[in-house]
């Protein structure tokens, strides 16, 4: 049978391999990184398709440049 800690490694997204609490620390920092970055990506997104959505002007090739 498994111990519990085996099953926790097998269920975790992220392993720290040592018990340094600097390793927690940047392994928090990094995850909060990713979130602000993924909100930050959602918002973009959302922005500028509502933008495009009542945007009623013609687009030609010059636009994009």
């Known amino acids: 049978m498994n111990s519990g800690t085996s099953i926790a490694k097998d269920a975790a997204d992220i392993l720290i391999m040592d018990d340094s609490f600097s390793s927690i620390v940047n392994a928090v920092k990094w995850g909060r990184n990713v979130y602000a970055s993924i ?8 922005t500028a398709n509502v933008v495009r959505r009542f945007d009623d002007a013609p687009r030609r090739v010059e636009h994009a440049l």
Do not use: D, G, I, R
Request: no cysteine; proline share 0%.
């Open 39 to 46: 909100t930050k990506f959602l918002q973009f997104q959302l």
